[in-house]
């Protein structure tokens, strides 16, 4: 059974840093495109930064420049770096691994970061 596991998340004052981790306990976590996604109470679940298979990344317009996303195949994780936070970016933020045009698409428990002071 797939399992996404995050940590990292917590509570930062503005321009601060977070760094969340994705484990996950996938055969062969190299087929997989990885994904962080966030929902802050009363939005949708939106798309923050993804990286495929191959590593292309993209993110959101409102995180570029300070978010990074990356993985390690070697350790079956995937990062979030999150540098100058704001408190827009208060939300709970879900790791996510899919395989493009199958049924292997597959959500963490999400982590709470909430940026206020």
């Known amino acids: 059974q797939v399992q996404l596991v995050e940590s990292g998340g917590g509570l930062v004052q503005p321009g601060g840093s977070l760094r969340l981790s994705c484990a996950a306990s996938?055969?062969?976590?190299?087929?997989?495109?990885m994904g962080w996604y966030r929902q802050a109470p009363g939005n949708q679940r939106e798309l923050v930064a993804r990286?495929?298979?191959?590593?292309?990344?993209n993110y959101k317009d409102s995180v570029k420049g300070r978010f990074t996303i990356s993985r390690d195949n070697a350790k079956n994780a995937v990062y979030l770096q999150m540098n100058s936070l704001k408190p827009e970016d208060t939300a709970v933020y879900y790791c996510?691994?899919?395989?493009?045009?199958?049924?292997?698409?597959?959500w963490g428990q999400g982590t709470q970061v909430t940026v206020s002071s």
């Open positions: 996510n691994a899919q395989v493009d045009n199958s049924p292997y698409d597959y």
């Open positions: 996938v055969r062969i976590f190299s087929i997989y495109d």
């Open positions: 990286i495929s298979r191959g590593g292309t990344t």
